[in-house]
């Protein structure tokens, strides 16, 4: 999920502004991308769910698996919406004009719900595993989870800097 929700999810973003080639090769790209990360995260939600049954753990007790659950369906949802209304067979061109902003909107909160999700979910990790006495608080592996999750963090806010900075060009000048 994190590769998926995460990593992909963000160069989709980013596609626009780092692909080069025509408008359509760089739709594709974002909607490819979009749906690698979308089957990723459906995969992710099937192991963990499949886990939870064999050990007979409660499901969606826990407000990273609210998170993480919201996420999947808003993404999905985005997703289908985007397809449907900008790829095929293509909303008309004042419906996708008005539909974009909230698009791109949309699609960055679910990029933050997702690094929100990830770091609520290696601190619920980090809890467990200290209240189990597996590792202490001060240990390697906590100090890892710890740096993980700030890195999680400065990455999304350069990637949401990135989505939402003007392009080569298109800064007005005085």
Not at 112 to 125: D, H, M, N, R
Request: hydrophobic share 50%.
């Amino acid at each position: 999920m994190l590769i998926g929700l995460v990593v992909i999810n963000g160069e989709a973003l980013l596609a626009y502004k780092t692909v080069s080639g025509t408008k359509n090769l760089k739709k594709l790209v974002h909607l490819t991308l979009q749906f690698l990360a979308m089957v990723l995260s459906l995969i992710g939600l099937w192991t963990v769910w499949k886990f939870h049954n064999e050990r007979e753990i409660d499901h969606l007790y826990t407000l990273h698996s609210w998170l993480g659950l919201s996420c999947i369906i808003f993404f999905s949802l985005q997703w289908a919406t985007g397809f449907y209304t900008f790829w095929y067979p293509g909303g008309s061109r004042s419906g996708r004009a008005s539909l974009l902003p909230w698009h791109a909107l949309f699609g960055i909160f679910l990029y933050v719900l997702a690094i929100t999700s990830s770091v609520s979910g290696l601190l619920e990790k980090s809890i467990f595993m200290q209240s189990a006495k597996m590792i202490g608080r001060f240990s390697t592996e906590a100090m890892f989870m710890n740096s993980l999750g700030m890195l999680l963090i400065l990455l999304g806010a350069l990637v949401v800097l990135a989505v939402v900075s003007p392009g080569a060009g298109k800064i007005d000048t005085y």
